[in-house]
Structure formats: structure tokens, C-alpha cells
């Protein structure tokens, strides 16, 4: 087992980005199904300075995207985590919860399983107050992993980097409150 895990699930292990991520996450970026919920395929740049402010952030907060392997195989399957998010909206600034897998790990339980992960992480050991989870209506896989882990539907919101994107723009936020 990998000793850099911050923290495992039953299948998964989360831990902070390294060099030989950047490849296969650009290759899961690439993808179109994996991204039709984004509104546009980010460029092996963007990918890079992603990671980099992945790894900046968990520096500095203890916690980002993590990157997650199949503990079975040893094997990176995207990420899961959770992030800070500064755009303008009435919940804003916050800390969100987020994943993106490749597409060969979907609907298999991963990123239920991973976000109660994430959820339980932070719940545990970082002071935080609550984690937000935003989906674009349409993605219905997105919302369906919401429900599953526990968070709480509080309203409807375009997205304000989604507004000229008529497809994308109308998102659902969720919140998870920690006591």
C-alpha cells in the first residue's frame, strides 16, 4: 500500500498530486463524454496549471481535487475532493466537493464512495463549517452522488462562468453542514 495516502476509502486512496498524474489527467480531460458537462476540453496547459494549483492549494490548506487511486491496482482514476471556489455567487467564497474519473471507473460506486470519503476527511480533520457540491440541472450522475452522500439541495443558480453557455448555465447547489 502507498504510504503517501492521506486517507483511504475501502477501494480508493487519496493523496496529493505528483508528476506522473499530469499525463493521465490529461488524457481523462481530453475525453468528451468525460467532460460534457464543462464547457469547453481543457488544453494540456490548463490541465498542468490545475494540477499545480491542486498542489498549491493542498499545501497551503491541507487539502484539494485529490488525486485517487484504485488502491486494488495501484492505479489513478482521476480525482476526488474537495476545493476552494471564488466566484461570484450568494454562496461564495466556499469550499466545494468535486470529482472527475475516468471514464472506464464510472458506475462502478467510485465517486459515491469517495466523496463520503472526502466528506468524512474534512468533517474529522479540518475546521470546517459545511462543504458545497454545484452541478450543472442536466447532470443528473452529478446530483444523483449528492443525494447519495448525504448533502442537502438548496436552490437553483446560473453559474456566473457559465453565463453565455445556455446548456450549461442553470446549476444546482448542495451543502453539507458539519456540527
Given amino acids: 500500500m502507498n504510504t503517501d495516502y492521506l486517507f483511504t476509502s475501502n ?7 505528483v508528476d506522473a498524474d499530469v499525463e493521465k489527467m490529461i488524457r481523462i480531460n481530453s475525453d468528451k463524454e468525460v467532460m460534457k458537462f464543462f464547457p469547453f476540453l481543457p488544453s494540456e496547459q490548463q490541465t498542468r496549471d490545475f494540477i499545480i494549483r491542486m498542489q498549491k492549494q493542498f499545501a497551503h490548506k491541507g487539502y484539494c481535487y485529490f488525486a485517487t487511486d484504485l ?3 495501484n492505479t489513478f482514476i482521476g480525482f476526488i475532493g474537495i476545493s476552494e471556489q471564488t ?8 469550499t466545494d466537493i468535486g470529482w472527475r474519473l475516468s471514464k472506464e471507473y464510472w458506475s462502478k460506486g467510485f465517486a459515491t464512495e469517495g466523496a463520503k470519503a472526502c466528506l468524512t476527511y474534512a468533517d474529522k480533520n479540518l475546521n470546517l463549517p459545511q462543504i458545497f ?6 447532470n443528473k450522475n452529478s446530483i444523483k452522488v449528492m443525494d447519495k452522500i448525504g448533502m442537502q439541495y438548496l436552490r437553483n443558480f446560473e453559474h456566473p462562468s457559465l453565463i453565455e453557455n ?14
Fill in 133 to 138: 457540491a454545484i452541478a450543472s440541472q442536466i
Fill in 71 to 73: 488502491l486494488e491496482t
Fill in 166 to 179: 445556455p446548456r450549461l448555465k442553470n446549476c444546482v447547489v448542495y451543502c453539507k453542514h458539519f456540527e
Fill in 87 to 94: 466566484y461570484k455567487a450568494s454562496f461564495t467564497p466556499c
Fill in 11 to 17: 477501494r480508493l486512496g487519496f493523496r496529493n498530486w
